[in-house]
């Protein structure tokens, strides 16, 4: 069975920037951060809000008044003037998130209400954006959902007519249609935001090459429910899902080719797991080359394996880098101590424990008995040989686990948390790629050389600057992805903290730093073939991102091996410039 996605899929930017804004200021608040309402209608995304002490306020339960003393958030579907002035003038710190398309149909609708026409917005009337928008008809405004609606409405002298951001074009222009022929004047104005047209018009496209068509997204999302109806109007066989163990197998039976779509705030992670279901539901009962070497792919990726493999051959290579003797403990303790760290902070962090996919590899982050199966021995083993090593080696390996198992945890109690803009490790910004280039460099550049005798040197320094800029690298790539996967992070990540302009910039610099670290290497060692042959390193950071930019792998297991498989290619340009001598 063969599965195809929509091409346009996951938050609109609208959902996005609210989702980041809110996440920004919970970080900077020591309490808890309420939006009246639920920010988006997806609840897994709204329970991964509520790990970050992000609250969704019912509006019927809760009125504005209520809220005194709290910090208030405006969602990206808005409100009516006065729910908002009322919450901005009792909340003790107040955003408006509403979306900016949004706000400019409450600004159309509030020029013609002044003006004194009648206002008629096409849309679902108990939808929170159409209550909103209803608020800034000064009393003229009436709100249809279909043709049936629309011929039921008197006669207007003068009215101007407007729609639901996320409704549907057909809906829309027939309503619009029958409101003109029955009023004197009458001005039509199409409001269904961009993002709204281009996903369902790929959700019509789709149609047309697919037997079934798979619907991502939350019950309680209409632009979502409108995806359903458009595809079903179609003739399509559709089936509507928010997670990807509703699925059903016999659904699919005797199906060749099935679609995926997803509404506009439906994260991109959650359309990837099922996505992957539905790979699994296609395959065939035997175990083909084509599957063993998919799963055994999705299974060194989402394992940490491989990216443990990496970090004892980037070792290798800086063994060799700083001209010091390698031994087989130096390339077990970096493997170790990365596998145990990157599995410890999957588990501590709910976000990455959930968005593991669905195979049996996200076990090791929702056990914490297979998690002190697989972790206890590995930190054991670090434990033991960095002490083989000496005081020095292992004091700081020690140091280094404990900051490193302290990242996603809270550090300050809720009672002193008013004295800091922090409360754990991560809620600095950049905090996770400067934390993990720093782990990178230290195990497999800096511990090598604290375990001889050797004399510090420029050499030295220049080696570990070139794995901490190639771990940077890796960090800020895989933060980019997540991001764009819709995955709940903050400013922990540089694609959060500097956009995406800033981040290109970043990682330019990142790659001219490798080549200038490889350079002074090379002009600083003799014989200086080692750092020469690992020049290719710069430019394969590169390719992969235009590979990424190019969106040629762009989620999943294959780009995580692809990023990470820049450390196996420093050990095997090493091993190359070995076989040649």
């Known amino acids: ?65 209520e809220l005194a003393g709290a910090t208030v958030v405006v969602r990206a579907h808005g409100v009516t003037p006065e729910v908002k002035q009322e919450l901005k003038s009792n909340a003790r710190q107040f955003l408006d998130l509403t979306c900016p398309l949004v706000t400019r149909i409450s600004n159309k609708i509030d020029v013609y209400a002044k003006k004194d ?73 199409n409001t269904i935001c961009g993002p709204t047209y281009e996903r369902q018009n790929d959700t019509l496209d ?17 632009n979502t429910a409108r995806l359903v109806k458009l595809a079903e109007e179609r003739g399509t066989r559709t089936i509507w899902v928010e997670r990807e163990d509703e699925l059903n197998p016999d659904d699919f039976s005797g199906c060749e080719v099935v679609g995926v779509t997803s509404g506009l705030s439906t994260p991109t992670w959650m ?127 020690l140091v280094s686990g404990v900051l490193g198992s302290l990242y996603g945890t809270r550090i300050i109690p809720d009672g002193w948390s008013r004295y800091f803009s922090f409360r754990r490790l991560k809620d600095f910004p950049l905090a996770k790629d400067l934390s993990q280039a720093a782990g990178w460099s230290l195990v497999t550049a800096v511990l090598p050389y604290l375990a001889t005798t050797y004399e ?38 540089a694609f959060n903290v500097l956009g995406k302009l800033g981040t290109k910039v970043l990682m330019g610099v990142s790659v001219l730093g490798l080549f200038g670290a490889l350079a002074g290497i090379a002009a600083l060692t003799s014989p200086r073939e080692v750092a020469v042959w690992l020049f290719g390193l710069p430019a394969y950071v590169t390719l992969i991102g235009f590979l990424y930019h190019r969106r040629i792998i762009h989620q999943g297991s294959l780009c995580e091996l692809a990023i990470d498989g820049q450390y196996l290619i420093a050990g095997a340009c090493t091993g190359l410039w070995l076989w040649m001598q």
């Open 456 to 493: 510090f040197g420029l050499v030295h320094f220049l080696v570990a600057a070139f794995a901490f800029l190639l771990a940077f690298a890796r960090s800020v790539m895989i933060g980019v992805r997540d991001v764009q996967g819709d995955k709940i992070v903050g400013k922990e990540t």
């Open 206 to 222: 789709l149609t047309e090459e697919v037997d079934r068509l798979v619907v991502v997204g939350g019950r309680t999302s209409a």
């Open 271 to 397: 359309i990837q797991r099922v996505i992957d279901r539905l790979n699994q539901i296609g395959q065939p009962t035997r175990l083909s080359p084509r599957r063993a070497l998919r799963e055994t792919i999705h299974f060194f990726a989402r394992s940490h394996l491989f990216v443990s493999g990496g970090a004892a051959a980037l070792t290798w290579a800086c063994c060799y880098l700083q001209q010091i003797p390698w031994r087989w403990s130096y390339l077990a303790i970096a493997a170790l101590f990365v596998y145990a760290m990157h599995s410890v902070n999957a588990f501590v962090d709910r976000t990455q424990r959930i968005q593991k996919g669905i195979t049996g590899i996200g076990l090791i982050g929702r056990s914490l008995v297979m998690l002190c199966a697989s972790v206890v021995p590995a930190a054991v083993g670090v434990t033991i040989l960095a002490y083989r090593l000496g005081w020095i080696p292992f004091v700081t390996v």
């Open 117 to 189: 026409y009648d206002i008629v917005i096409v849309g679902d009337a108990d939808h929170a954006e159409t209550i909103g928008l209803l608020g800034f008809a000064r009393g003229k405004g009436r709100v249809v959902g279909d043709a049936a609606e629309a011929r039921a409405l008197p006669r207007f002298a003068r009215v101007c007519v407007v729609s639901q951001s996320t409704q549907d074009d057909a809906t829309f222009n027939a309503c619009a249609e029958i409101i003109r022929a029955n009023s004197d004047e009458c001005l039509i104005a």
């Open 1 to 65: 069975m063969k599965v195809i996605e929509a091409r346009s899929n996951g938050f609109c930017w609208g959902v996005k920037r609210a989702t980041d804004k809110v996440l920004e200021l919970s970080a900077q608040q020591n309490g808890p951060v309420y939006t009246y309402g639920p920010l988006i209608h997806n609840p897994q995304v709204l329970t991964e809000l509520e790990e970050k002490n992000i609250w969704a306020l019912d509006p019927g339960e809760k009125k504005p008044g």
